[in-house]
Nanobody, 116 residues
């Protein structure tokens, strides 16, 4: 069973930055893709950024220019850094992994609150 553990959330002032981490229980190279999603109160979960096997990276419009997804293969870890945080970035951020056979795995989520 794949386990994903997120960390790095917290309370940040508008304009600040955060780096979220997602540690996988196995090699992240075994997945077809890994990504970050978020879910704000009373809203559906939405994609933030996704890294596909081979290196292709997709960013959703609202994070383009502010967000960076990266990985450390040796640490089985995927990161998401967001700069210039806005109150509308407040949400629970989830790590996701997609296996070659189509299964999707989720972490427990980490809360990000942007407020002064």
């Amino acid at each position: 069973q794949v386990q994903l553990v997120e960390s790095g959330g917290g309370l940040v002032q508008p304009g600040g930055s955060l780096r979220l981490s997602c540690v996988a229980s196995g090699s992240i190279l075994s997945f077809n893709a890994m990504g970050w999603y978020r879910q704000a109160p009373r809203k559906v979960r939405e994609l933030v950024a996704r890294m596909v096997r081979g290196g292709k990276i997709d960013y959703v419009d609202f994070v383009k220019g502010r967000g960076t997804i990266s990985r450390d293969i040796a640490k089985n870890t995927v990161y998401l850094e967001i700069d210039n945080l806005k109150p509308e970035d407040t949400a629970v951020y989830y790590c996701n992994a997609e296996s070659p056979n189509g299964l999707r795995f989720w972490g427990q989520g980490t809360q990000v609150t942007v407020s002064s």
